[in-house]
């Protein structure tokens, strides 16, 4: 149950676009198409921002989109905008029943 | 809508046990598998554990397993957490979490309402 591997930091102006990479491995990120993907604030809640590698809940913009190539799954945010810097937590099903969550990265928009 | 509150938080010492409990509302929580997950002061989100929607099985992250116990009671539409042989590593903010699909396995569906989280410090 190793944490899945994330950039501590990405950064982007407004209107840019970042990514932010989770590793895993086949066990967990390469095996199953279960990759999700919150946005927190501090001192908040977690928020669901990806599901399933590349859908988005109702309600999150579509600025936000998820996918994934072998063990590693993406987040790319579009169209910067200031209220999209916090951490950004990666998740994979990992089988047996259990998750994993990775290191988590903060988004700076600068 | 959908309501998780945490409560039972407190500074324990190293060795001691504590109930953590989750209060739900707004959903059908007869049908959800739950989770528990953790997030120590400046650190990452740690999965904790998992209950399946009826409460007959429970998964355990290796670093509690033995120590911890999750149950539910669906006639009161509460989560608990049992934390025995509780570490100064324990220390963290615990979040309980709502699966997003209604009856499947734990572990497999995205988690789509969190609480807001109970603290819990361990320490001499």
């Not at chain 1, 149950?1 to 970042?18: D, H, K």
């Not at chain 1, 399933?52 to 590693?72: A, I, L, M, Q």
């Not at chain 1, 169209?79 to 916090?86: H, K, P, S, Y």
């Amino acid at each position: 149950q190793s944490a899945l591997t994330q950039p501590p930091s990405v950064s982007g102006s407004p209107g840019q676009s970042v990514t932010i990479s989770c590793t895993g491995t086949t066990s967990d990120v390469g095996g199953y198409k279960r990759v999700s993907w919150y946005q927190q604030y501090p001192g908040k809640a977690p928020k669901l921002m990806i599901y399933e590698v590349s859908n988005r809940p109702s309600g999150v913009p579509d600025r936000f989109s998820g996918s994934k190539s072998g063990n590693t799954a993406s987040l790319t945010v579009s169209g910067l905008q200031a209220e999209d810097e916090g951490e950004y937590y990666c998740s994979s099903y990992a089988g047996s029943n259990s998750v994993v969550f990775g290191g988590g990265t903060k988004l700076t928009v600068l | 809508q959908v309501h998780l509150v945490e409560s039972g938080g407190t500074v324990v010492q190293p060795g001691r046990s504590l109930r953590l409990s989750c209060a739900a509302s707004g959903f059908t929580f007869k049908n959800y598998g739950m989770h528990w997950v953790r997030q120590a002061p400046g650190k990452a989100l740690e999965w904790v554990a998992a209950i399946s929607y009826d409460g007959s099985d429970t998964y355990y992250a290796d670093s509690v397993k033995g120590r911890f116990t999750f149950s539910r009671d669906n006639s009161e539409n509460t989560l608990y957490l049992q934390l025995n042989s509780l570490r100064t590593e324990d220390t963290a903010l615990y979040y309980c979490a709502k699966q997003a699909q209604a009856f499947a396995q734990a572990g497999w569906s995205h988690l789509d309402f969190w609480g807001q989280g109970t603290l819990l410090t361990v320490s001499s």
